[in-house]
């Protein structure tokens, strides 16, 4: 089982501006995933959520093409190929910021320019006073006037059964729900959940096909939501029935459900705090979904070529939120 490989400038600055932040915000363990096309970064897709969202939190998945990450890529082993492993998210973005600290050291008169690229690789080394040897995930680099190796500690690499359950995992997490609707500003989203989060634990969201977005928590005492329309609709979509508009929000919503126009479904409010903190990877455009039969709330985040309006799929990252009530279908 071998893994070695240089990171590019982009890829490296990717994973420590944007997405170790957040990942770090969504859990403190993540699972790092190479196969021989793609470097993954996922949370929560193994143990209790293996076969998809049942409250035990978010899963989140980030997905680069190797080529964005890397130069020089070169993953074997006995899986097909492909190794995975677990990793505290903290540890490794420390280790990530120390060796770039170092690369970014500038040359002092007369020495040649340019570093050398960043190296990561999979070690076993023995750690003092043990008798077993220990994967490390490490990092290497030279600076102008200094060199630095930083070992990451991380778990066994998974079993061949392991990274199958976890293949299937992916699989699965692939299907867009039907419906996708786009919310134009992200912070003033999350601005308002922070404000629901302080009425209760539980949180409605309903999406309908006309491109609205709905929020609210319930209690004993009070209900209060807000909802976002008029949104841009990717996937099935209809056109508002024109009586709707002088009724209430939760009644459109209700006849919207009935209709076969809209899902909603119950979400806990921590999970979808956690979810607003993949914002710290910058994404380009956000959509919220609901998978068919209300089974998840999905949210996917898009990513555009550097000065275009063109998707970058060499980019993929979405979380689901598993759903505490199957709402209504």
């Given at each position: 089982m071998k893994f070695k490989a240089f990171f590019t400038d982009?890829?490296?600055?990717?994973?420590?501006?944007?997405?170790?932040?957040?990942?770090?915000?969504?859990?403190?363990?993540?699972?790092?995933?190479?196969?021989?096309?793609?470097?993954?970064?996922?949370?929560?897709?193994?143990?209790?959520?293996?076969?998809?969202?049942?409250?035990?939190?978010?899963?989140?998945?980030?997905?680069?093409?190797k080529d964005l990450l890397f130069r020089e890529y070169n993953v074997s082993s006995r899986n097909g190929n492909q190794i995975a492993f677990s990793?505290?998210?903290?540890?490794l973005h420390r280790a990530l910021r120390s060796v770039l600290a170092v690369h970014a050291q500038p040359p002092a008169a007369g020495d040649a320019t340019g570093a050398p690229a960043i190296q990561v690789k999979l070690v076993n080394k023995l750690p003092a006073g043990s008798r077993t040897a220990t994967p490390f995930l490490t990092f290497e680099t030279k600076g102008a006037r200094a060199a630095v190796v930083q070992?990451?500690?991380?778990?066994?690499?998974?079993?061949?059964?392991?990274?199958?359950?976890?293949?299937?995992?992916?699989?699965?997490?692939?299907?867009?729900?039907?419906?996708?609707v786009q919310v134009p500003d992200l912070p003033q989203l999350q601005s308002l959940v922070d404000r629901l989060k302080n009425v209760g634990d539980l949180l409605t969201v309903a999406v309908t096909q006309y491109g609205d977005l709905h929020l609210q928590v319930s209690t004993s005492l009070v209900t209060?939501?807000?909802?976002?329309?008029?949104?841009?609709?990717?996937?099935?979509?209809?056109?508002?029935?024109?009586?709707?508009?002088?009724?209430t929000s939760s009644t459109r919503m209700d006849m919207a459900v009935e209709r076969g126009e809209a899902l909603?479904?119950?979400v806990?409010?921590?999970?979808?705090?956690?979810?607003?903190?993949?914002?710290?990877?910058?994404?380009?455009?956000?959509?919220?979904?609901?998978?068919?039969?209300?089974?998840c709330l999905t949210v996917v985040f898009q990513?555009?070529?550097?000065?275009?309006?063109?998707?970058?799929?060499?980019?993929?990252?979405?979380?689901?939120?598993?759903?505490?009530?199957?709402?209504?279908?």
């Open positions: 982009d890829g490296i600055s990717l994973l420590d501006k944007r997405f170790l932040p957040a990942m770090d915000k969504v859990g403190r363990v993540c699972h790092v995933f190479f196969t021989p096309t793609h470097a993954m970064l996922l949370h929560n897709l193994l143990g209790a959520t293996a076969a998809g969202p049942d409250g035990g939190g978010p899963q989140c998945v980030a997905q680069f093409a990793v505290e998210v903290a540890l070992d990451v500690p991380i778990s066994r690499p998974l079993s061949r059964s392991d990274i199958e359950r976890l293949q299937a995992a992916l699989d699965a997490a692939k299907d867009l729900p039907q419906t996708l209060v939501g807000s909802e976002f329309r008029k949104l841009r609709v990717i996937g099935d979509r209809a056109n508002a029935p024109v009586g709707d508009q002088n009724l909603s479904v119950q806990n409010m921590k999970h979808l705090v956690k979810s607003l903190h993949c914002h710290l990877a910058k994404p380009d455009c956000t959509f919220y979904g609901i998978a068919p039969g209300g089974a990513y555009f070529i550097p000065g275009t309006r063109l998707a970058d799929k060499s980019i993929s990252f979405y979380c689901r939120l598993p759903v505490l009530d199957p709402g209504s279908n």
